[in-house]
């Protein structure tokens, strides 16, 4: 792989014009991902903000589920935030009816914990491997991390609970990095993609 690698974002629902301009800025031939031949050209995926139950029955739909079980579970390099989040959790603590996951890290998640849309808020965030101070997190209708297994690791806390958490090659955010121009976080992302390629 060449020092450009290609990043795609999860193209089905959610906040994905913003992911793919901070990847680029961060170094990456950003992509939309909607079909499996296209998942199949990327070297890492962002699974983005959004509304999770409706990003897995689209995922479905779209006869993207299995084939993103596939990739992530043999290693490619993916980040979600928020509802990517979610989707990337082992166990949801309190999924609605119909929602899957895609999996690729051991951590329980709680949807919605910080609270409703009209609760939303930016917060600094000290993540573990993210040089150069506090990120800006902005969270809205976030998860949380209520508990991580053996092989995750808990890259950053905010009130008390989970707000980063990395396990191999899958890192997940509660909070959305790509809403307040600082590239970081992928930054971070697109040097996990370039490690393992």
């Known amino acids: 792989m060449n020092d450009t690698p290609v990043v795609g974002v ?31 050209e990327a070297d890492g995926l962002v ?3 959004g509304e999770s139950t409706t990003m897995s029955r689209l995922a479905v739909l779209f006869g993207m589920m299995d084939p ?11 980040y979600g ?34 609270g409703r849309q009209n609760e939303s808020f930016e917060a600094a965030v000290d993540v573990a491997g993210v040089p150069g101070g506090p990120v800006e997190g902005v969270f809205i209708r976030a998860p949380w991390v209520e508990s991580v297994g053996a092989g995750a690791d808990v890259l950053a806390v905010y009130g008390g609970h989970a707000v980063a958490v990395r396990q191999a090659n899958a890192l997940a955010t509660s909070f959305h990095p790509e809403l307040t121009g600082d590239h970081r976080m992928h930054g971070l992302f697109v040097d996990m993609v370039r490690a393992v390629g």
């Open 68 to 78: 993103l079980r596939e990739r992530v579970a043999a290693g490619m390099p993916v």
């Open 10 to 40: 999860l193209a089905l629902q959610g906040d994905v014009r913003e992911h793919l301009t901070a990847l680029t800025a961060a170094g990456a031939a950003a992509r939309p991902v909607r079909r499996p031949e296209e998942l199949a």
């Open 81 to 114: 935030t928020c509802a990517g989040m979610i989707l990337l959790a082992g166990r949801i603590l309190d999924p609605r009816a119909g929602q899957e996951t895609v999996g690729g890290i051991d951590m329980t998640v709680r949807r919605n914990a910080f």
């Open 47 to 49: 699974l983005p903000g």
